[in-house]
């Protein structure tokens, strides 16, 4: 197997467990407080209405637009949402934000579900429906714009619905044997590494893309070619740990704050 | 009109986050490095790495500059 391929899967497989944990918070809680059957009409629906979407994105990107424009887009696309995952997880290692509390939003949406009335449409528990809807398809999305980005810039969409599968295996079994949301995951530490990859593979395509600027519209070439990649994680990734070195709160300093 | 404003609102927020200096900056470097490669008189290499340098100059002003927010 290739690095490339290594990558990919990487990529696909941290991105969609972190948010499969997330999702699998909100359906935990709509499900133990006010039912599972209404929870999972929520998530069926979410699941059909992304799956919709990914035939659909999939498909007009790979058929309509130039390779060098196709890296282009999809490359700008994902190197900001990278920058956005990356630049939390920064400031939360550095002790400028506050970790994310799955436990915490856990309380927070059981007593969301708890005050909420008893609205019934179409036979369902209409609260937790369009809660469990809107949790599996918002993490959802995420998901798949990852593996739509990967797998079309990559050539390899295969590999990406792998791994992505592989993130929702794992997450989906632990949170089925545990029955509560699993609140031990690294989450920062797996937001670094992911933003890390996607702020990568986003710079990397992003540039090949401008190749659509010149004379014949194909791709840029990175020197050093695919090495170019490893090139670009070393340098993301020492800017990311200089930054957390140069930013980080003193423990006294945070007492004050 | 409402669902118009909603579904603008929604891929924004999705896409853009909560640092829209960003996303503004790295279209913006993307943008230079575009009018480099149109004007042809650089080297691809040269103008890959120029813009990947600008796009990292751009993540670390980002950092930088919500740090000094968040120390306020």
Redesign the interface.
Same mark, same amino acid.
């Given at each position: 197997m290739t690095g490339h391929a290594v990558g990919v899967i990487a990529a696909t497989l941290l991105a969609s467990g972190v948010e499969f944990v997330e999702a699998l918070t909100i359906v935990l809680a709509m499900g133990t407080t006010r039912g599972w059957r209404s929870t999972w009409f929520g998530v069926g629906a979410a699941l059909v209405a992304l799956a919709a979407i990914t035939a659909v994105a999939g498909y007009a990107l790979e058929r309509w637009l130039p390779e060098a424009l196709l890296q282009l887009v999809v490359g700008t696309l994902l190197l900001i949402f990278g920058l956005q995952w990356l630049r939390k997880a920064i400031l939360r290692a550095a002790g400028l934000k506050a970790l994310h509390d799955e436990e915490e939003t856990y309380r927070e949406e059981v007593a969301a579900a708890e005050r909420a009335g008893d609205e019934r449409r179409l036979g369902l528990d209409w609260f937790a429906f369009v809660v469990s809807f809107k949790g599996v398809f918002l993490e959802g999305l995420e998901i798949v714009f990852i593996v739509i980005t990967f797998g079309v810039n990559g050539g390899s969409i295969p590999l990406a619905v792998i791994g992505a599968a592989l993130g929702g295996v794992v997450v989906l079994g632990a949170g089925l044997a545990l029955h509560r949301p699993l609140a031990r995951v690294p989450e920062n530490t797996i937001k670094f590494a992911v933003g890390l990859l996607l702020s990568t593979f986003g710079t990397f395509w992003s540039v090949e893309g401008l190749g659509w600027f010149g004379p014949g519209d194909s791709s840029l070439h990175w020197p050093g070619g695919d090495a170019a990649i490893l090139v670009l994680l070393a340098l993301w990734a020492t800017l990311a740990w200089a930054a957390v070195r140069l930013l980080s709160v003193q423990p006294r300093e945070r007492e004050a704050a | 009109m409402r669902f118009v404003a909603g579904f603008f609102r929604f891929w924004w927020d999705?896409?853009? !986050? #909560? #640092?829209w200096r960003? &996303?503004a900056g790295?279209?913006l470097v993307?943008a230079i490095? !575009?009018?480099l @490669? *149109?004007d !042809?008189d650089l080297s691809? *290499?040269l @103008? &890959?790495?120029l813009? !990947?340098v600008g796009?990292?100059a751009? %993540?670390?002003a980002?950092?930088?500059s &919500? %740090?000094l927010r *968040?120390?306020r």
């Open positions: - | 999705f896409i853009v !986050g #909560d #640092d960003i &996303a790295v279209v993307l490095g !575009g009018v @490669v *149109a !042809g691809h *290499a @103008v &890959a790495a813009t !990947g796009l990292m751009v %993540a670390m980002s950092i930088v &919500a %740090a *968040a120390r």
